[in-house]
């Protein structure tokens, strides 16, 4: 599994807003446009519902809003970049969030779920990575970062 | 009310046996001992007692549907419901139990079977005495009656005992004696008609002759059975068919039943021997052959019993036999119970044996009247026909007295549902009674680190997943926990929720056992939550431990059984 299967130009952003609710939705609407999930008020539902019980923002200025929902059969990444950054996200080293990683998975895809859970974490915990990724200006610029990123480096 | 009856009764002899067809009266009369015992039921009497009644009031005495000749045509059909309840108690006397119990089943039989004889034999004549005057004929109806007195007959005892599934030392106590104490009345009948032979001064064969007889019929009985149930252990073993198992098994049933009728051996000690083997030479299989039998009998027992209420004739007693008649049963009963309750206290058996046995051996049936009817072939006349009237009334009255007191009395020694088998609890139970009602729930907002706590605390390989309202979310498995764990330290911010999967399938805790175990295959499933009208979790089941629940629960009921002793 390597991330520039899940990685899409389309599905990649620099943040407008700074609220978490507002970074959410913005994400949500950018998965909405690929016209991959049919439901959209579904995947809102689920994704508010697991931030409620407990905050997504795992630490180091990186938040992996993530769940698994009906009528959805690939896993689908989004990301976001905040230059302000999210102050009311809550992470859980109170700093605040810069890179937003959201994961939509199939209500089945429990081991696919896991393994890109895992891959991603794994990434953003390199400094550097994380670095280039704050510093982009444009959706593509963080594409290519992404891209370049997984050239070869094979995590599974 | 009186014409109203007369004209219900003219209805019924138009319908004479000329316009009713066989198929129609077995058809009937199984429906009908049916339908009875179903009613009966709602009143706690067994349901032998029900098809006696029924079959009482379909027949000769009752509206007469069921009239002698058709009667008499299924003679070897009653026969052969004799073979499979003989046949049934074989298969339970096996070899442990003789080991456990085989010096106490001695003592009581021959402690129950001579004081019940001595003292029918004793106030016969006493009361006789005054009626007959002639004490040699008096002496002679009294030893046998007294003789007959000891049998106590298995059919309606057993039946009693397998419609409420009964297990414990009183069970074994009374299956044991009901099965052998017909052995003990063919020798005292035997002897007492040998005796009453000479005090009458008929000339007939001589008492050594007449003892070589007895020898020949309960030996030979023995050994025929004793050949078929090799026979059919040996056939059995090689079968594997639920179909051939049950085709071979009545086969050699019906054939060892024939063979002992052509050399004029007693049937019932035949069948029993057959399956003393089966169970004691192939127990596993035996079990198998068992069961299977046990559920092609039902409804041959209900016609057997319907017939036997059918053939019942009270009409020539006069005021003598009546009284004679109460003396026969005040002395049977009297006898059988003081001399089971001392055998008992003698031999040592548990206390519930002591106490009730006395009350599970008033049954008399078939061979008790089969011997009634041999004495009216040896002492045709006076002697012959007051015994065949007395054994019947009292025949009567026993019949429906005694399995309701046999079920009153293994209640009180709380032996009444203890052999019970798998497919019984399954069939009773729903999933509430078998389901996990203690399984830890998993909070949808607990930590990967919180889930393992409770993993480790638990044995279960699977846990519901609730939200605040402990409504059902979905479940985690141990599975899903592992590939998280191989996958690299996620276990931080991840949740219950994150983790588990959605239930496929849930159950009512209302719904039977059957249909759990319908869905589970159906859908393949390793576990099945139990959710409430309110979406609540009220438990959980997991499919490998169903089968181990319903085994422990068994355990415990055999444990229990046990303990009685």
């Known amino acids: 599994m390597e991330l520039n299967e899940f990685i899409d130009k389309d599905r990649v952003c620099i943040l407008q807003g700074n609220k978490k609710k507002e970074v959410l939705l913005e994400l949500i609407e950018l998965i909405s446009q690929q016209g991959e999930v049919h439901d959209i008020e579904r995947l809102k539902d689920a994704i508010f519902y697991r931030e409620k019980l407990m905050s997504t923002g795992i630490g180091l200025g990186i938040a992996v809003p993530h769940v698994r929902i009906e009528g959805v059969y690939h896993p689908i990444v989004a990301m976001g970049i905040s230059h302000e950054g999210i102050l009311d996200y809550e992470s859980i080293d109170n700093q605040p969030v810069k890179i937003v990683v959201m994961i939509v998975a199939g209500k089945w895809q429990h081991k696919e779920y896991i393994k890109l859970l895992s891959l991603i974490v794994t990434k953003m915990k390199d400094d550097s990575l994380r670095g280039k990724l704050i510093r982009s200006r444009s959706p593509e610029e963080i594409y290519k970062i992404l891209l370049n990123e997984n050239n070869g480096q094979a995590i599974s | ?565």
């Open chain 2, 1 to 565: 009310m009186k014409i109203m009856d007369r004209q219900f009764l003219n209805i019924f002899s138009f319908i004479s046996l000329y316009n009713l067809n066989i198929l129609l009266i077995l058809g009937l009369t199984i429906f009908l001992g049916t339908v009875g015992a179903r009613i009966f039921k709602k009143f706690r009497i067994p349901q032998v007692v029900a098809y006696i009644i029924i079959g009482i009031l379909l027949g000769t005495m009752g509206i007469g549907i069921i009239k002698e000749p058709i009667i008499k045509a299924f003679e070897p059909f009653n026969l052969f419901a004799l073979g499979l309840i003989g046949f049934m108690i074989g298969g339970e006397l096996k070899k442990e139990m003789f080991q456990k119990y085989g010096k106490q089943l001695f003592y009581i039989l021959i402690s129950e079977g001579l004081s019940a004889f001595l003292l029918v034999t004793l106030i016969v004549v006493l009361v006789g005495n005054f009626f007959f005057g002639s004490s040699k004929l008096v002496w002679a109806i009294g030893l046998l009656l007294g003789s007959i007195a000891a049998a106590t007959a298995p059919a309606a005892t057993t039946d009693v005992l397998w419609e409420y599934k009964t297990r414990g030392p009183l069970t074994t106590t009374v299956l044991g004696i009901v099965g052998m104490d017909d052995g003990l009345s063919l020798v005292l009948f035997a002897i007492a008609s040998s005796i009453a032979v000479s005090l009458l001064g008929k000339t007939s064969a001589g008492i050594l002759a007449k003892s070589f007889r007895t020898l020949y019929e309960i030996g030979g009985s023995i050994g025929l059975g004793i050949l078929g149930g090799f026979a059919l252990s040996s056939i059995v073993k090689k079968i594997n068919e639920e179909y051939g198992i049950l085709a071979f098994s009545i086969g050699i049933i019906v054939l060892i039943l024939g063979i002992a009728k052509l050399i004029g051996v007693d049937i019932l000690l035949a069948a029993m021997s057959i399956g003393f083997v089966v169970t004691n030479y192939i127990p596993r299989k035996g079990k198998e052959v068992f069961e299977l039998i046990d559920k092609f009998s039902p409804p041959i027992y209900v016609l057997f019993f319907t017939f036997f209420g059918a053939k019942l004739n009270l009409g020539r007693l006069t005021l003598p036999l009546i009284l004679l008649s109460v003396v026969y049963l005040l002395g049977r009963t009297m006898g059988k119970g003081i001399g089971a309750s001392f055998g008992a206290r003698l031999s040592g058996a548990p206390k519930t044996v002591q106490k009730y046995l006395p009350f599970c051996l008033f049954s008399q049936a078939g061979v008790a009247i089969g011997l009634s009817i041999l004495a009216t072939h040896r002492f045709p006349g006076e002697i012959g026909n007051a015994i065949v009237l007395i054994i019947t009334t009292t025949t009567f009255i026993v019949q429906i007295i005694g399995p309701i007191s046999t079920k009153w009395a293994v209640a009180k020694a709380g032996e009444v549902g203890l052999n019970i088998t798998e497919e019984d609890i399954i069939r009773q139970s729903k999933a509430k009674d078998i389901m996990d009602k203690d399984v830890p729930l998993i909070n949808e907002n607990m930590s990967l680190t919180e889930i393992l706590k409770v993993f480790s605390e638990s044995n279960y390989l699977y846990y519901p997943v609730v939200n605040k309202e402990k409504k059902l979310l979905g479940v985690l498995t141990v599975d899903n926990i592992k590939n998280t764990l191989m996958t690299s330290g996620l276990n931080w911010f991840l949740l219950a929720f994150d983790l588990m999967e959605p239930p496929v399938v849930v159950t009512s805790p209302d719904t039977p056992m059957r249909e759990v175990k319908e869905l589970l295959s159906r859908h393949n499933l390793e576990y099945l939550p139990v959710v409430g009208a309110d979406k609540k979790v009220s438990g959980f089941l997991e499919a490998r431990s169903i089968n181990r629940k319903i085994s422990t629960k068994i355990i415990q009921l055999q444990k229990q059984a046990e303990s009685l002793g």
